[in-house]
């Protein structure tokens, strides 16, 4: 096992005893940083710099320096498994995601092709964690990830992304069959996709099911809880976090899942997830983004408040959703000095 | 109090006996039948029709004719109450509402008028409740509605519909007493127009807080469920249902409202939402409008899940969302049809 110069969160991670809680955010690398738009300006587009190596490096390890975070985020995005799958896709301006093709038949699924060469149509991923480990040379942990299979099935049904994902789960129900052959595939990808990033060096891998709360108990148990799960116990080489936003009621199922941590969205109050999840995995979240827009001394009384509901027990600070784009860099850096600040006794 | 020739849902909600559940569903009136595009396509757009009242109430009485929903709900938007307050909106088609002015500043807050005659820019609505009434001839009752303050807000704030409303939130967060300020009036300006629907015929009103689930507990508390328990506390004339989407950690602080029915969307429970609630309120839901999209056995199956979920109690069948545009009449025939013929005993 490798040794960081600070390894705070992956202490944590192991229930090790830390003097703080450690804190990172989803999305860091990006949009807010002008360091990061610097760079993207400087491209043809998102894809450019998800698909050059030292430019993702580059831009991963910004929040490490900038901001002072206790782990990186491999700069990707989760389409990259999709579009390894056969549907390429399109990141459009002010829009998001855009599939010319997308999956809906029988048909449709066969004609993906079967055997996927994820080292060779995802080498631009490994070879970016890389570059980023040998540059970050030991500073801190860096984290791999992907979309959990629910929420890669949302954009290759969907082939965009929507408020409601209605054409994803018109196939749950009027073709059940085929959902599952399709979330199976994507689960054998997103298996081997992780596998890859962890050999390349990703310290701990976040699975995102973004999407979760388009489904009720029920429906997530069956197509979604039941992908996780597998994912879960296939990786067994380094530390598994699932964040299913909007899945509140799946919190005694994913209690369950063979991995060590769970993200909580904004709206899971933390005393009553600790409760449902119990005292085995390491929690991870939750504060709003949106409270990134207050004054600093509201940020720093929200996290303090927020510190204070961890209750001494294992957690990872962070938001309880990306950081929006909007967000001015002084206040993610309140809001992490306030974490750093608070001592664990 | 005037007799219908159906009056089962009143009776539902005043806890009398009754021989069956009785069933709407939200967004009955409107894009899913052809019989609505038909009228929508002869006008210059959405918002003739919800201004021309004889219009508006032709289109709430077709899912009475055509469906057999056992109540009507008067053809409208909550967008209605924005513009009655200064901020004139758009219905642009595939994309949404859009508001040339928004209010996001104190100085935009003081440019709205303080007085609003609620009476007359409104007065096409209680028009169409009139005509409406005296078209429906007693067969089911009407239910009137308006957004909630906070789901007004977003709108208002943000201009358009969004994913995140984190321009609403920043107010929240970043200006709270500018927050309440706009929320009052919009309180106010919405008692004043309930009680003018109420006065021309509404039997039963109901309040959406289709954003309530981009707050947590403790915000929603603050700034969405205060404003709607004031209008709970002025509405006395007939029963109240608010349906606050994807506050789920609000059920609690919802059961203490001054309302008779509580509307639940798909991902909440039945019977844990019932243990929240208590057995003093009607509940309201929750079938996943997706399901519409299954084939006719599959929809008779869940739907009797469902009914048999309502364990006897007082209850109310819906969806939990509005009825999707591309959901095929013949499957919401269907769904009614499996309520209408489930007995209570």
């Not at 738009?37 to 450019?48: D, V």
């Not at 129900?173 to 996709?193: F, G, M, Q």
């Not at 197509?223 to 299913?244: H, L, N, W």
């Amino acid at each position: 096992m490798s040794t960081y110069q600070n390894e705070t969160i992956l202490k944590m991670i192991r229930g090790e005893k830390v003097d703080r809680f450690p804190v990172w955010l989803m999305r860091q690398a990006g949009r807010i940083l002008p360091e990061y738009r610097a760079i993207r300006n400087s491209l043809s587009g998102f894809k450019e710099l998800v698909e050059t190596p030292e430019l993702a490096a580059e831009v991963t390890i910004q929040p490490v320096d900038i901001l002072g975070v206790d782990a990186a985020i491999i700069f990707s995005d989760i389409l990259v498994v999709p579009e390894a799958m056969g549907l390429p896709y399109e990141m459009i301006e002010k829009k998001g995601p855009w599939f010319e093709n997308t999956v809906r038949s029988k048909a449709d699924v066969d004609k993906l092709p079967k055997e996927i060469d994820v080292a060779e149509r995802l080498g631009y991923v490994t070879e970016a964690i890389k570059v980023t480990k040998r540059e970050l040379n030991g500073r801190v942990p860096l984290i791999g990830f992907a979309g959990a299979p629910w929420t890669i099935f949302c954009y290759m049904t969907e082939g965009q992304g929507s408020k409601t994902f209605s054409q994803a789960k018109r196939i749950l129900y009027s073709n059940p069959e085929l959902a599952h052959e399709l979330l199976d595939r994507i689960t054998n990808v997103t298996i081997t996709y992780l596998k890859h990033q962890i050999a390349a060096g990703a310290d701990i891998v976040q699975v995102f099911d973004s999407w979760a709360g388009t489904l009720g108990p029920k429906t997530y148990s069956e197509f979604g809880t039941k992908y996780v799960r597998r994912i879960c116990e296939a990786i067994q080489e380094v530390p598994v976090t699932v964040f299913s936003k909007g899945a509140y009621y799946a919190r005694e199922e994913l209690a369950e899942l063979d991995c060590q941590t769970i993200g909580l969205d904004w709206n899971m109050d933390i005393a009553e997830s600790r409760q449902i999840i119990g005292m085995d995995k390491t929690l991870q979240g939750n504060l709003d983004p949106c409270l990134l827009y207050a004054d600093f001394n509201t940020i720093e009384r929200k996290t303090k408040n927020l510190l204070k509901s961890f209750g001494n027990r294992r957690h990872i600070a962070n938001l309880g959703h990306g950081v929006y784009p909007d967000t001015d860099p002084e206040k993610v850096k309140c809001f992490i000095e306030t974490v750093k600040a608070h001592s664990i006794n």
